[in-house]
């Protein structure tokens, strides 16, 4: 087998390796969350490494594990092979987005069926894999400044224009038009503008990358 298999031996793509890697902690957790958290149930793709256009699925496995290391890292803890997660790690990141699940109005209106996935792709910023990662970056600073009051702090992102149309808020950050593209940049910026709605100062490393805007 290893002499078949080793010389035409392809690195497997996230998505896949996070649903069959047990042993890693981290994969577990994303794995419980994405079938756990009322907005993700049905709504993440586990096998495939992009979200196709007519798919009624939001995100990739991939996306939801690349967005909870940025939530618990930004909260100050590490989502990686080695890590030993604790509950209260759990339970931060399964009500974190099972709260913004409950706070964005376009997530509302899929859960209810008044709204297709593709649509919400296509024409806002926060259901697509960046708009994701930079919501758990900014919410894990959110959490890390108020512990006790972030659920009331996260309501504000209920009243933020996540149209990507909205080019006073949007442009240069994700782009209002075409795919967007992963790139920490992109995390960054969108995460910068979700920061001010909520009120928290940048790191040194989003106000450096703001300033070269």
């Given at each position: 087998?290893?002499?078949?298999?080793?010389?035409?031996?392809?690195?497997?793509?996230?998505?896949?390796?996070?649903?069959?890697?047990?042993?890693?902690?981290?994969?577990?957790?994303?794995?419980?969350?994405?079938?756990?958290?009322?907005?993700?149930?049905?709504?993440?793709?586990?096998?495939?490494v992009?979200?196709?256009?007519?798919?009624t699925?939001?995100?990739?496995?991939?996306?939801?594990?690349?967005?909870?290391?940025?939530?618990?890292?930004?909260?100050?803890?590490?989502?990686?092979?080695?890590?030993?997660?604790?509950?209260?790690?759990?339970?931060?990141?399964?009500?974190?987005?099972?709260?913004?699940g409950?706070?964005?109005?376009?997530?509302?209106?899929?859960?209810a069926?008044?709204?297709?996935?593709?649509?919400?792709?296509?024409?806002?910023?926060?259901?697509?894999?960046?708009?994701?990662?930079?919501?758990?970056?900014?919410?894990?600073?959110?959490?890390?400044?108020?512990?006790?009051?972030?659920?009331?702090?996260?309501?504000?992102?209920?009243?933020?224009?996540?149209?990507?149309?909205?080019a006073?808020?949007?442009?240069?950050?994700?782009?209002?038009?075409?795919?967007?593209?992963?790139?920490?940049?992109?995390?960054?910026?969108?995460?910068?503008?979700?920061?001010?709605?909520?009120?928290?100062?940048?790191?040194?490393?989003?106000?450096?990358?703001?300033?070269?805007?």
């Open positions: 087998m290893f002499a078949d298999l080793n010389p035409h031996a392809v690195a497997p793509p996230q998505s896949p390796g996070t649903v069959y890697n047990f042993r890693d902690p981290g994969n577990d957790l994303v794995l419980k969350l994405s079938l756990s958290v009322p907005m993700f149930q049905d709504r993440v793709e586990f096998e495939k992009t979200v196709y256009k007519r798919s699925k939001l995100f990739t496995l991939s996306e939801v594990y690349r967005a909870t290391r940025g939530l618990l890292e930004a909260y100050g803890r590490v989502l990686e092979d080695s890590s030993e997660l604790t509950t209260e790690d759990r339970q931060l990141a399964a009500a974190y987005w099972t709260y913004l409950d706070v964005i109005p376009e997530w509302q209106l899929l859960r069926g008044r709204v297709s996935a593709a649509e919400l792709r296509a024409n806002y910023v926060h259901s697509d894999g960046v708009g994701l990662q930079a919501l758990g970056r900014a919410g894990g600073a959110l959490v890390r400044k108020a512990p006790r009051a972030w659920t009331a702090r996260l309501r504000l992102l209920g009243g933020v224009d996540w149209r990507r149309t909205n006073s808020l949007w442009a240069d950050r994700a782009p209002v038009s075409g795919k967007v593209r992963e790139v920490q940049r992109s995390v960054l910026l969108t995460a910068n503008v979700i920061k001010h709605s909520l009120g928290l100062p940048l790191s040194m490393d989003e106000a450096a990358v703001e300033a070269q805007r």
